[in-house]
């Protein structure tokens, strides 16, 4: 490592006087303009797979498989836990709190909040199943390394000084003071009383009357801080007034990612604020780990690309992304399970969630006819951890049978064999599903190189596929 380290500071160098404009490495340079279904008029930004090579954040390469599906785990328990109205996880022992009042939802009242006292186990978690892009803030405007999730609202990120803690991560940790734009937002506000409803933990209130947030993922990763505001910018795009976390205590790793970025439905989240200027729709294409980037664009879209199924309304929780699946085929045959079973759970689509989670007697029919058509093609390997069909081999090098997804509506995910199996070491690949017996969540190894766009103003979801590699 150490003998390399030098070279590749004198080679990055030269690349950079090179080229100025450009990425220092040509393959990971965005391509922003290859992708076929971006709209001109939409806010593009690119994004990168946590473990592709291209990731300004990247993770260790050693990382193993198992550690994706813990987190994932922990990913589908906060979820479950958000659909429960229960909130186990809240970090309400975290010592920026002590001392301050908790406020009650949505409401101006001073008294204490009880407080569950969850014990916190910093750093165990990885946000691997995730995906990254850039967004600058403040003036003058710096860029931070930010995950993208569609299932919370509140954007947040690592904030100076850090008076709780913060994780490592890369480039400079954002810096209020330096920035000339840069508000701390009081308790009395609307978007404080938002929070409840945003990141479903009570707001508090510090002693200088600055509203403090608190947000939590289920694998005892969160982040506590003040609301603040300042201005946005993506490319030659900028949005003054953002609210977002300004985190003071942030636990767990997101990579080495500097935050996240919210896209749920809820009047705190990046989409919702910007979408009286861009619209109220996004789209994304999730890149596998070994491409370069996808993309996220935020407003227009190309809407005669896509097929579209309906958004679906649940009372469990108005922020996520509900879906209607109707139906799965393997190698064209449909599942042998009645229609009914596929909407015996509600079902989110999920840009975190790596394995797709289904009704328990549907997991079952889909193991089995992948098994039976791969049958004599491939030998049976061991289960690995929540994955029980396993195969020797790699989902590229093995004959996978078409998987299509069916949606009330008639959108339909056609699965390539990427989408289907997901590779969990050198040997051995896995059917990249589950069962549940909670929430059905449609997880991202099967929307990997779909375009998909989240039309909230239309009330509808769609896919392309060939969105990118
Ligand atoms: C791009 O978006 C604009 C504005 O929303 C829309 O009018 C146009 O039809 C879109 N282009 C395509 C090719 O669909």
């Not at 599903?433 to 989240?454: C, D, H, R």
């Amino acid at each position: 490592m150490e003998v390399f380290l030098p070279l590749l500071l004198a080679c990055s160098l030269l690349f950079t006087i090179a080229t100025p404009i450009r990425d220092i490495n040509d393959v990971c340079a965005s391509q922003i303009n290859d992708f076929q279904h971006l709209n001109s008029s939409g806010l593009h930004l690119t994004l990168h797979h946590l473990q592709s090579p291209c990731s300004p954040a990247p993770l260790p390469s050693d990382l193993p498989f198992s550690a994706v599906v813990t987190h994932d785990d922990a990913r589908i328990a906060h979820l479950a836990s958000r659909l429960a109205n229960n909130h186990p996880t809240s970090p309400s022992s975290s010592s920026l709190l002590h001392g301050h009042r908790k406020k009650k939802a949505g409401g101006v009242g001073g008294s204490q909040a009880s407080s569950s006292s969850v014990p916190l186990t910093p750093g165990a978690s990885v946000a691997v199943g995730n995906y990254v892009t850039r967004l600058g803030l403040g003036t003058p405007a710096t860029s931070y390394v930010m995950v993208v999730d569609t299932g919370s609202s509140l954007t947040w990120l690592q904030c100076s000084p850090c008076s709780v803690s913060c994780h490592r991560q890369a480039g400079p940790v954002f810096d209020p003071r330096a920035s000339g734009t840069y508000a701390a937002v009081q308790c009395s506000s609307s978007e404080c009383g938002e929070l409840q409803a945003a990141t479903l933990n009570p707001s508090a209130c510090s002693v200088s009357n600055v509203c403090i947030y608190q947000a939590s993922y289920g694998d005892s990763s969160y982040s506590v801080g003040y609301l603040s505001k300042d201005t946005v910018s993506f490319g030659s795009g900028s949005f003054p007034g953002f609210y977002y976390g300004c985190g003071q205590d942030n636990e767990g790793l997101f990579g080495r990612s500097a935050g996240l970025i919210g896209l749920a439905k809820n009047k705190l989240s990046l989409l919702y604020q910007l979408a009286p200027s861009l619209g109220y729709a996004f789209s994304y294409c999730l890149p596998t780990s070994s491409a370069a980037a996808g993309y996220l664009s935020i407003g227009s879209y190309n809407p005669g690309q896509y097929s579209y199924t309906p958004m679906a309304s649940s009372s469990l929780d108005a922020s996520l992304y509900f879906v209607t699946l109707s139906g799965i085929s393997v190698a064209g045959a449909p599942l042998a399970v009645p229609p009914s079973e596929y909407r015996s759970l509600p079902t989110i689509i999920d840009s975190g969630t790596v394995i797709t989670r289904l009704p328990p007697n549907v997991y079952t029919a889909l193991s089995r006819a992948v098994a039976a058509a791969m049958a004599g093609a491939a030998p049976r390997a061991p289960t690995y951890s929540i994955l029980d069909t396993c195969f020797r081999g790699s989902a590229a090098g093995l004959r996978v049978p078409r998987v299509d997804m069916a949606f009330a509506g008639g959108a339909t995910l056609a699965l390539s064999p990427g989408n289907v199996l997901i590779d969990v070491d050198d040997s051995t690949t896995c059917l990249a599903f589950a069962p549940t017996g909670g929430t059905a969540i449609i997880g991202n190894t099967q929307q990997q190189t779909f375009s998909v766009v989240y039309d909230v103003a239309q009330s509808r979801i769609g896919f392309a596929a060939g969105g990118c590699s």
